[in-house]
């Protein structure tokens, strides 16, 4: 008779849902927005080196500036202690050196008062003034009027159902261009505009550019996110084709954009439902079919553990360092989807993930994340400098213990009333 023991492991249990896991997020949050509040400036806040120090003759730059604001918001609303004077620097800077005195809107940087007006900055932009308004701070309600404004006088594309793309700083030659990844976060911010302004338009027009740019799209692409189009939406593929490092319009596909699509429609589907709207069937499968995509091109696609950063019209990787930002995308939509269906897999990606971070990312020596690191899990500059970049990471640290709807601010204050 054979009494030899065979052990049965039990189901796994939610990291998402053990408080000490919890801690941990926490502590790691905490650790980010420290280092990062070395990046504060005069005119707003600048790219900090891998030191978490400051270059000779910093510039302060927009999209820093909102991206900090916003997350200083975040720290502000959960009761952390120094995020809040943060939070009204950046509005302050925002409303003044940063903003065209001349014909509105937001430049580049404080320096740069002829340079071209993105829709990716404004949308971190309206992100950054909802979630001071929501964190209380002063001046960020005229913040948020001013870039509600400047969004609808220039940005939105009613026709196209989607943003233009950019403009000359007198609002004059518009771009032969239209973007994925300006308009992805133009979801994010759609969906936390209809939130604090109580504005379910803005919730509609987060859906019309998810249904060009997903469904329509990337559906019939099996779920490779297409990056770059022309004004009349037809893919083109040979856009930058000598620039497969480009930080902002790299050439070919970004698996990360793959994850972050997903849960940004998986969070698109709760809050219609939640506002009483019809959701269609297809933001969850399209979500789902996004990520499947997201390890079938990125995961380990060199034979090394880690999401690369591009891939071409083959499937095959570009360039195969691994930026931060990808795998704290990744990290946010396997705990969506994993709060969406309670299905284990996803929990074992949102493990595998964390550990990828934690072993090769997290940097424990000179403090935050490397920004990118090679397949080897090497830090690496091939794409990114220093450390400039607190958005991502921050974010993967809050998202994956909070409810899927509503955004991120809004569902931060309700939690901690």
Same mark, same amino acid.
Not at 8 to 13: D, M
Not at 48 to 73: N, Q, S
Not at 164 to 181: I, L
Not at 368 to 380: A, I, T
């Given at each position: 008779?054979?009494?030899?023991?065979?052990?049965?492991? #039990?189901?796994?249990?939610?990291?998402?849902?053990?408080?000490?896991?919890?801690?941990?997020?926490?502590?790691?949050?905490?650790?980010?927005?420290?280092?990062?509040?070395?990046?504060?400036?005069?005119?707003?806040?600048?790219a900090l080196d891998d030191h978490g120090e400051l270059t000779a003759d910093p510039v302060a730059e927009t999209i820093i500036t909102a991206r900090m604001t916003h997350a200083y918001a975040l720290g502000a609303i959960i009761?952390? #202690?120094?995020?809040? #004077?943060?939070?009204?620097?950046?509005?302050?800077?925002?409303?003044?050196?940063?903003?065209?005195?001349?014909?509105?809107?937001?430049?580049?940087?404080?320096?740069?008062?002829?340079?071209?007006?993105?829709?990716?900055?404004?949308?971190?932009?309206?992100?950054?003034?909802?979630?001071?308004?929501?964190?209380?701070?002063?001046?960020?309600?005229?913040?948020?009027?001013?870039?509600?404004?400047?969004?609808?006088?220039?940005?939105?594309?009613?026709?196209?159902?989607?943003?233009?793309?950019?403009?000359?700083?007198?609002?004059?030659?518009?771009?032969?261009?239209?973007?994925?990844?300006?308009?992805?976060?133009?979801?994010?911010?759609?969906?936390?505009?209809?939130?604090?302004?109580?504005?379910?338009?803005?919730?509609?027009?987060?859906?019309?550019?998810?249904?060009?740019?997903?469904?329509?799209?990337?559906?019939?692409?099996?779920?490779?996110?297409?990056?770059?189009?022309?004004p009349s939406w037809h893919i083109d593929k040979a856009y930058n084709q000598d620039k497969s490092t480009d930080d902002l319009r790299p050439f070919g596909m970004t698996p990360g954009h793959f994850f972050e699509w997903s849960?940004?429609?998986?969070?698109?589907?709760?809050?219609?439902?939640?506002?009483?709207?019809?959701?269609?069937?297809?933001?969850?499968?399209?979500?789902?079919?996004?990520?499947?995509?997201?390890?079938?091109?990125?995961?380990?696609?060199?034979?090394?553990?880690?999401?690369?950063?591009?891939?071409?019209?083959?499937?095959?990787?570009?360039?195969?360092?691994?930026?931060?930002?990808?795998?704290?995308?990744?990290?946010?939509?396997?705990?969506?989807?994993?709060?969406?269906?309670?299905?284990?897999?996803?929990?074992?990606?949102?493990?595998?993930?964390?550990?990828?971070?934690?072993?090769?990312?997290?940097?424990?020596?000179?403090?935050?994340?490397?920004?990118?690191?090679?397949?080897?899990?090497?830090?690496?500059?091939?794409?990114?400098?220093?450390?400039?970049?607190?958005?991502?990471?921050?974010?993967?640290?809050?998202? #994956?213990?909070?409810?899927?709807?509503?955004?991120?601010?809004?569902?931060?204050?309700?939690?901690?009333?």
């Amino acid at each position: 008779m054979d009494n030899a023991f065979a052990y049965v492991a #039990p189901p796994l249990c939610a990291w998402i849902d053990n408080p000490r896991h919890s801690h941990w997020l926490d502590t790691q949050g905490q650790r980010l927005l420290d280092f990062s509040k070395q990046s504060k400036v005069t005119n707003g806040f600048a790219a900090l080196d891998d030191h978490g120090e400051l270059t000779a003759d910093p510039v302060a730059e927009t999209i820093i500036t909102a991206r900090m604001t916003h997350a200083y918001a975040l720290g502000a609303i959960i009761g952390l #202690p120094g995020c809040m #004077p943060l939070v009204e620097h950046g509005v302050t800077a925002l409303l003044g050196p940063l903003r065209d005195p001349v014909n509105d809107g937001w430049l580049p940087d404080a320096a740069d008062v002829c340079g071209r007006k993105l829709a990716y900055v404004h949308a971190f932009v309206g992100l950054a003034a909802s979630s001071a308004c929501v964190a209380g701070a002063q001046n960020a309600g005229v913040l948020l009027d001013a870039i509600v404004d400047v969004l609808e006088r220039h940005f939105w594309s009613e026709s196209e159902g989607a943003m233009r793309e950019s403009f000359a700083a007198d609002w004059g030659d518009e771009e032969h261009y239209r973007g994925a990844n300006s308009n992805m976060h133009s979801v994010e911010m759609c969906m936390a505009l209809a939130d604090v302004l109580d504005a379910p338009l803005w919730r509609e027009r987060a859906l019309r550019i998810a249904t060009r740019v997903i469904h329509v799209h990337a559906r019939a692409n099996h779920y490779r996110v297409a990056e770059h189009f022309d004004p009349s939406w037809h893919i083109d593929k040979a856009y930058n084709q000598d620039k497969s490092t480009d930080d902002l319009r790299p050439f070919g596909m970004t698996p990360g954009h793959f994850f972050e699509w997903s849960h940004l429609l998986v969070k698109l589907e709760a809050a219609l439902l939640a506002n009483g709207k019809e959701a269609p069937a297809w933001l969850f499968q399209d979500a789902v079919g996004l990520f499947n995509a997201g390890i079938e091109t990125g995961w380990a696609a060199d034979g090394q553990p880690g999401i690369v950063y591009t891939i071409g019209w083959d499937d095959r990787p570009c360039v195969k360092n691994r930026a931060h930002w990808v795998q704290a995308e990744a990290i946010t939509a396997a705990a969506t989807l994993l709060k969406r269906t309670g299905d284990i897999q996803y929990e074992d990606w949102y493990r595998s993930f964390w550990n990828y971070v934690d072993q090769h990312v997290i940097d424990r020596q000179l403090g935050s994340w490397h920004n990118e690191v090679d397949p080897q899990g090497k830090p690496s500059r091939q794409v990114y400098q220093g450390k400039a970049d607190l958005y991502h990471a921050y974010q993967a640290t809050l998202t #994956p213990t909070l409810p899927v709807t509503p955004s991120i601010a809004t569902v931060l204050a309700r939690c901690n009333r």
